[in-house]
């Protein structure tokens, strides 16, 4: 399979082209996007996947992708056979409880500004910033805790003031941060319009936050672009905005990466003292996002008697635009 | 409540304590133990806080732990008051059709060896073992593949066998590695008596695998000693021992640990080159286990380009019962 690897340029390698043929076997015929997410890949790259195998005459199409008698045989060959084991549920089911959460978001959001791709933005869906709100209360970081918003074009803020509201929790201070002032006025009038606080700022992270933002927050919320600066830079910045000492938490939305970036992605986490609590594959749901197969992974962490901010030197490749200009 | 912090010297910090005091109010009247899980706090240090806290007349017992009136007005003074929020469900929960798989253990292992506690053996129970083997299954860690267990008090590499066996799964080649003979034992003669094969091998990972194991294998299991020095020598016999190339699988069983040591696991896995993929707290629980709460984590790696192993050069401290003795 090593020439197919090849062929589409696949960081992953023959493993997971064995991986997406065999979630053909469980589940043909099966949609493209379906494979991609199970498989987290992106869509464009499963795509090119799915051409080379079917040049090579081991799948088709027949109301989804299914395998050809020959994908069938070397599957066979390599150990994989068809069985009548059930998927394993995991990661956090939708409660029917939250769906009057999403519904009220549906109607707040419905005049949202739309995403601009230059800064890595695309809408998490109303059911996820509703889970978001959900995980965490789950992990206390709502109940009288000064909350930060670093970023919040999925308006993850506005998600947990409408949880909070529903079932009367108290909640500290709320702060979002965002380089797009649309975002921010947003936040404010629909703010304004349900009776609730918040407070917004408007600022590029590359120029570091205004000190009466430092060590005051319990709890960062963020969802990065989609590069390792990205992450380091709005990591660091959360760290430098949590009150100092154990126990600070942060809840980081982060896509899939070919395995070498997730090593960086890790190492730049632990490098600034962050202790991982829980890692939630295809936990957050994007709107039409192919870049990660429209889904993405929740990671929660909390500081530790060693945590400091890294703000990595070269910011010039922040956003994936930038990156691909280069 | 830094000061109860600093009595039971809980370098979790007091953000633990509230989390502990929050998850009695959400479901008190409530046992110990399952507050001590659900704050990922070991039973003797969760038994000397309720000490502490009803000492200051936060706690009491009714059935269970319980706040006081006294309790219940500290925490509303940080925002934390009652709610009907159910709990979310979470992780991987236990399927009905997995039930044949725990039931045939049950039988098979009745005549296992007692744990030893001077090498941090504790036994998962049965239905955690058949979940590792439905889980590996999930992420394609059994058909074909070449499976090594790195060490196996939890006979984990008997569970996978039954339930390759149960749904006709094709297994590679599987060997298990132990210092504790009267482990291997004990597999070989169950493989014997269910007509499987596997190979065994009895040594110590200080002095290092066989060459023959080398680069030999797809996928490797491990639930690795207390210690971070542990952790880093069996994840790096498993990295020498995985096939060279990206996609190499790691099924690492860990306990939870305070913020600064699980810095430091995490450090040491991303060090070697490993990929985080998904880490699950209370997947695998243990029969009378204390330490831990009596639970662990599930944490699911991939090797990624740049996978080589690190051994740490100190290795008198492997064991929790070597570090005491210090």
Redesign the interface.
Same mark, same amino acid.
């Given at each position: 399979m090593s020439d197919v690897s090849e062929a589409v340029h696949l960081?992953?390698?023959?493993?997971?082209i064995?991986?997406f043929l065999?979630q053909v076997l469980r589940f043909q015929p099966v949609p493209l996007h379906s494979v991609a997410r199970s498989t987290s890949l992106t869509v464009p790259v499963a795509s090119a996947l799915r051409r080379e195998l079917e040049k090579r005459k081991l799948l088709s199409r027949k109301g989804g992708i299914v395998l050809t008698e020959h994908g069938l045989s070397l599957l066979e060959s390599?150990?994989?056979?068809e069985?009548?084991?059930?998927?394993?549920?995991?990661?956090?089911?939708f409660?029917e409880?939250l769906n009057p959460v999403v519904e009220k978001l549906d109607i707040l959001l419905s005049s949202r500004p739309g995403p601009d791709f230059s800064l890595d933005q695309s809408h998490a869906d109303t059911a996820t910033i509703a889970m978001r709100a959900?995980?965490l209360?789950?992990h206390?970081g709502i109940?009288?805790?000064d909350l930060l918003f670093l970023g919040d074009d999925d308006l993850t803020s506005l998600a947990t003031i409408t949880f909070a509201k529903k079932?009367?929790?108290?909640?500290?201070s709320v702060v979002v941060l965002d380089v797009d002032e649309r975002i921010l006025e947003f936040v404010e009038e629909t703010c304004v319009s349900i009776g609730c606080d918040i407070q917004t700022h408007c600022l590029d992270l590359k120029y570091g936050i205004p000190e009466q933002l430092k060590n005051s927050f319990d709890t960062f919320v963020t969802d990065p672009p989609y590069t390792v600066t990205g992450l380091s830079l709005f990591v660091g910045r959360g760290i430098e905005a949590l009150k100092p000492?154990?126990?600070?938490q942060c809840f980081l939305s982060y896509g899939s990466k070919?395995?070498?970036d997730?090593?960086k992605i890790?190492?730049s986490? &632990? *490098?600034m =003292?962050?202790?991982?609590?829980?890692?939630?594959?295809e936990f957050n749901s994007y709107v039409g996002a192919q870049i990660y197969a429209g889904v993405s992974n929740m990671i929660r962490c909390? &500081? *530790?008697? =060693?945590t400091s901010a890294l703000i990595p030197e070269d910011l010039s490749t922040l956003y994936t635009s930038s990156r691909k200009q280069r």
């Open positions: 960081l992953e390698g023959s493993s997971r064995r991986e065999r390599i150990g994989v056979r069985t009548q084991i059930p998927g394993l549920q995991s990661g956090y089911p409660p409880w959900a995980y209360y789950e206390d109940e009288g805790k079932f009367g929790l108290q909640l500290g000492g154990v126990g600070g070919n395995p070498s997730s090593v890790y190492a986490i &632990t *490098s =003292g962050l202790a991982i609590q829980e890692v939630i594959p909390v &500081t *530790s008697e =060693g």
